[in-house]
């Protein structure tokens, strides 16, 4: 992919298809031979077919400014689409007929089917059955979400295998009964399953499994069962309509999982039901952990203990009542109904919240190379291979040689502190390692929001998946540095998620009344720790030294109340200024006269209400730090700040993205994001 993208416009869309949302609609929208997703402002539905003229500004996510595996313009590769349009609104006089092709009829055909499934109740289960009949994974909030993954069972709340093998059986059952022949089942069967999978938009699972028993169907009809020939003729159907599935987790997890079952079928094909329902649960569950390790850098320690509860629960209770809620749409819905199944799912959802939230289901685990990701593999496959044979202790040998390397992976770091600038745009963020006592501390959160995706926090974007391909599911301590909203703008959202021990911060900030009152989540059971009270504090190894303010401060402006703190990370010190003015410069050179640290953090994002003449002549630093957004209104950093410390490597987010410093005894080395040509280790030499 080219490393960046300009914006252009179009002058003619065609729209041919929607997508769905609890709050609203995406409109899928094509220009000559590109398709993009186009959301409008106002809730106007533009009917499939239309062809409207205006100007169109397409977006295209840019190239990914922090070290995380996160990328939208993979996304949507991935996803088959071109770029996003936001637009205000379309007037329908501009728009006129077009030609109705088979893609658009499915869609219009999908588009009536979801109205008449939503028309019939006005409780929220409408969704839940909607996303386990078509596999709508918008209608699920980011905290059910969170829930179904934390219990490892996700895939029973989207369309799956076990979704498409449910229904076949339901459809050979019903239409035996009826007394058809077995080579018309076999043929209505085919057709049945074709139009399921148009109503699933095709996703990586529903068409491995749907053209999977298509082709099984159409294979019996010569009694030929060539499961691993079919299994792959689908996954090459795939890669070559689209090559890019292959970065899907669902594509990976899919064909991985189906490939070793068939491949072990031999193993339980002469068990009992029970034993065979044990068996191939554990052997999917194991051969997902790589994948899953890879895709998500978490563990499940709950997955296959979750998956025998509710394999079985949704095998012979939802999904009966979803297909027959189906059913009922379309001929009789009586009152009754729909409480039942208002009483069902919620019931359901809160017994799915109750076990998330009781206990840890899930740990974060460090990114993998190359090398421990190997050894993953091989102790899955030793893992799966002594499940097929039976042989318990060796199974459980090897499940604790694969427990312990996860424990390493955590555990085992090359470097002894990693300090990380993170591009939060235009806001302050960083984050220190310290690998040997597994400590973390937190310098302010960032806090401006996407306002084209607002859905999503900065940090869901940023921090938060920083920390988790870390391995860090535990914050030592955050650091508020003052409470100006790009400071402290997320630190609500990473109290939710992260588990954090303590908070430093100064009270006497004229904004923390309302910041705590407004900001502080009630599940919060840390602790506060008043700066001004406390001057030093050791974190593992690390040594934190607040240097202002020594006593309070007058005045409203929450930039005076910065709190400017000098970290030491082994050998090498990091001095951070917050907001600060040249009015505290000064005060600092007053107190302290000439201050010493390798790296200083430029003021209040390289303005020129900071940095001073004075300070940069009586501060001595290897390197300077800007926090700033890409083309920001305030024009940060300014020239002439830049221009002072030009004697010293200036590093800035809104050019190199996020930046890392590695600390291993008296050697440091600097890692960018976006200019990895600047990448270099110095050495400190002995005093």
């Not at 022949?181 to 529903?206: A, D, E, G, R, Y």
């Not at 919240?353 to 899930?362: M, N, Q, S, T, V």
């Not at 806090?447 to 869901?460: A, T, V």
């Not at 410093?661 to 600047?678: A, D, S, Y």
């Amino acid at each position: 992919m080219p490393e960046s993208i300009e914006e252009e416009k179009i002058d003619l869309i065609t729209v041919s298809g929607y997508k769905y949302y609890k709050d609203g609609i995406a409109h899928i929208v094509t220009h000559e031979d590109r398709t993009y997703d186009m959301f409008l402002n106002n809730s106007s539905k533009i009917p499939i077919g239309k062809i409207c003229k205006d100007i169109f500004e397409v977006t295209v996510p840019g190239e990914e400014r922090n070290f995380i595996k996160k990328n939208d313009r993979l996304n949507l590769k991935v996803n088959g689409i071109d770029g996003r349009i936001y637009h205000d609104s379309i007037d329908m006089d501009s728009c006129t007929d077009g030609d109705f092709d088979f893609s658009m009829h499915l869609s219009d055909i999908r588009d009536k089917y979801i109205s008449r499934m939503l028309s019939k109740s006005s409780f929220d289960y409408t969704y839940d059955i909607l996303t386990l009949s078509i596999g709508n994974k918008s209608y699920i909030s980011s905290e059910f979400f969170d829930a179904l993954q934390k219990l490892g069972i996700y895939h029973l709340y989207v369309i799956s295998g076990t979704h498409v093998a449910f229904v076949s059986g339901i459809l050979f059952f019903t239409l035996k009964r009826m007394r058809f022949t077995i080579n018309v089942i076999k043929m209505m069967m085919i057709v049945c399953l074709l139009l399921f999978l148009s109503l699933n938009f095709f996703s990586p699972s529903v068409f491995r499994a749907v053209l999977m028993a298509i082709l099984l169907i159409v294979t019996s009809f010569f009694r030929q069962k060539p499961y691993l020939t079919v299994i792959s003729l689908t996954a090459i159907f795939q890669i070559l309509y689209n090559p890019w599935v292959m970065y899907h987790a669902g594509f990976q997890l899919s064909y991985i999982t189906t490939y070793l079952i068939i491949l072990s079928r031999t193993y339980w094909q002469d068990r009992g039901p029970f034993i065979q329902l044990m068996g191939i649960t554990a052997i999917a569950e194991v051969s997902t952990l790589t994948i899953v390790l890879q895709q998500f850098n978490e563990i499940s320690i709950s997955g296959i203990i979750m998956n025998f509860f509710f394999v079985p629960l949704f095998s012979f209770i939802i999904f009966p009542m979803v297909i027959i809620y189906n059913f009922m749409v379309f001929t009789v819905f009586p009152v009754f109904a729909d409480e039942i199944y208002h009483f069902v799912f919620t019931l359901l959802k809160d017994l799915i919240f109750i076990l998330a939230d009781g206990i840890k289901h899930r740990f974060s685990v460090k990114s993998p190379n190359a090398l421990w990701l190997i050894l993953l593999i091989i102790l899955s496959y030793m893992i799966i291979k002594e499940i097929c044979l039976g042989n318990f202790k060796r199974t459980t040998f090897y499940s604790a040689a694969f427990i312990l390397c996860m424990l390493l992976l955590n555990k085992l770091s090359w470097f002894d502190y990693t300090v990380t600038m993170v591009d939060v745009g235009q806001g302050d963020a960083f984050i220190v390692e310290d690998h040997k006592n597994n400590a973390v501390v937190l310098i302010d959160t960032g806090g401006k929001f996407y306002p084209e995706e607002s859905q999503y926090r900065l940090s869901d974007k940023t921090v938060l998946p920083y920390l988790k391909e870390s391995g860090v599911d535990r914050i030592d301590m955050m650091i508020l540095s003052h409470m100006d909203l790009d400071h402290t703008g997320e630190a609500d959202y990473i109290l939710q998620k992260k588990q954090v021990d303590y908070i430093y911060v100064n009270p006497s900030d004229p904004a923390f009344s309302e910041w705590y009152q407004s900001d502080v989540p009630e599940s919060f059971d840390g602790q506060f720790i008043n700066a001004m009270d406390t001057r030093t504090i050791d974190i593992g190894d690390m040594q934190i030294t607040k240097l202002f303010p020594l006593k309070p401060v007058a005045g409203e402006d929450s930039n005076q109340h910065s709190l400017v703190v000098m970290m030491h990370a082994g050998q090498f010190s990091f001095l951070f200024t917050g907001d600060i003015d040249v009015d505290i410069e000064n005060e600092l050179i007053d107190t302290y006269g000439q201050i010493e640290t390798d790296i200083l953090k430029l003021a209040h994002h390289g303005s020129n209400t900071s940095t001073g003449e004075a300070f940069v002549e009586n501060t001595s630093f290897k390197y300077a730090l800007v926090s700033a957004g890409v083309n920001n209104r305030y024009g940060h950093p300014h020239p002439e700040v830049v221009q002072r410390v030009d004697s010293v490597q200036v590093f800035d987010t809104s050019r190199h993205g996020m930046v890392r410093f590695h600390i291993k005894g008296r050697k440091m080395c600097v890692e960018t994001k976006l200019q990895p040509g600047l990448n270099h280790c110095i050495k400190k030499e002995l005093n």
